[in-house]
T-cell receptor
Framework: NAGVTQTPKFRVLKTGQSMTLLCAQD?????MYWYRQDPGMGLRLIHY???????AKGEVPDGYNVSRLKKQNFLLGLESAAPSQTSVYFC???????????FGEGSRLTVL | AQSVSQHNHHVILSEAASLELGCNYS??????LFWYVQYPGQHLQLLLK??????LVKGIKGFEAEFIKSKFSFNLRKPSVQWSDTAEYFC????????????FGSGTQVVVTP
């Protein structure tokens, strides 16, 4: 059972480039999330989805877009990367109504 | 808006010492409470959770946490730490009406020396 899988795990971008992070879960969870982790700031919610075809903004959504075309996948896009988006990105999923999150292994993004 | 505060940012202690990490939250309604752990180079894993019932909850690896509603606290404890407990620990909360949004504290880095 793979759980939550993120790709890629590492990526280096130049300012202004675009990229997409892919998250896939095989637990049939309704909810999916994208967090970013920065030193001393814990995890901050970027966007989340409560079901296929629906997305919502979290705490720090600016500069990111998301899509949930299939229940098992949640994509995070950066249209024009900025150095401030250098971070470790974690995808997570959960069942409805629990808040107990299952995390992927993270994607380390560096924007030069 | 709900918030979570972890009082200790860095904790260094020796093996066999006792550990207590503080967590306070601000939310007026019903909450679910969690402690997650992140070992070096790994993703976050659930350590323990409180939804309702006995306010003293036990998790994996000998950890426990006590929910004190009057103090809005959910402190994590372990009587005797091991070197393998070196990790970053995150307290997290979500509230009724926002079950899909978990609010994390800033984390506490714990280093256990042999």
């Amino acid at each position: 059972n793979a759980g939550v899988t993120q790709t890629p795990k590492f990526r280096v971008l130049k300012t202004g480039q675009s990229m997409t992070l892919l998250c896939a879960q095989d637990m049939n969870h309704e909810y999916m999330y994208w967090y970013r982790q920065d030193p001393g700031m814990g995890l901050r919610l970027i966007h989340y989805s409560v079901g296929e075809g629906t997305t919502a903004k979290g705490e720090v959504p600016d500069g990111y877009n998301v899509s949930r075309l299939k229940k098992q996948n949640f994509l995070l896009g950066l249209e024009s990367a900025a150095p401030s988006q250098t971070s470790v990105y974690f995808c997570a999923s959960s069942r409805v109504g629990t808040g107990e999150l299952f995390f992927g292994e993270g994607s380390r993004l560096t924007v030069l | 808006a709900q918030s979570v505060s972890q009082h200790n940012h860095h904790v260094i202690l020796s093996e066999a010492a006792s550990l207590e990490l503080g967590c306070n939250y601000s939310y007026g309604g019903t909450v679910n409470l969690f402690w997650y752990v992140q070992y070096p180079g790994q993703h976050l894993q659930l350590l323990l959770k409180y939804f309702s019932g006995d306010p003293l909850v036990k998790g994996i690896k000998g950890f426990e946490a006590e929910f004190i509603k009057s103090k809005f606290s959910f402190n994590l404890r372990k009587p005797s730490v091991q070197w393998s407990d070196t990790a970053e620990y995150f307290c997290a909360v979500n509230g009724q009406g926002s079950w899909g949004k978990l609010q994390f504290g800033s984390g506490t880095q714990v280093v256990v020396t042999p």
